[in-house]
């Protein structure tokens, strides 16, 4: 899955995630995708890393982290 599929199926699930437990899951497992690449990116300075496949994906910081302080407490 690329960056732009990514952020297509986010677009599609995440309206739905704060009512819909199967798309808050679908949400979560993105938010997995994103935090394993960030850690596969092999990038000297390391800061912005998370940013930089955020705004790959077109995903708005504020929506990942509200979906995973949301998984958090599941």
Do not use: H
């Not at 699930?13 to 808050?24: E, I, N, Q, T, V």
């Not at 938010?31 to 940013?51: K, N």
Request: proline share 1%.
């Amino acid at each position: 899955m690329d960056d732009k599929e990514i952020g297509r199926v986010w677009a599609e699930y995440y309206p739905k995630s704060g009512d819909d437990r199967d798309a808050l899951q679908i949400c979560g497992l993105i938010c997995r995708l994103i935090r394993a690449e960030t850690r596969l990116v092999l990038d000297i300075s390391r800061s912005g890393t998370l940013q930089r496949v955020l705004n790959a994906c077109g995903i708005a910081e504020a929506d990942f982290d509200e979906v995973e302080k949301r998984l958090v407490k599941v």
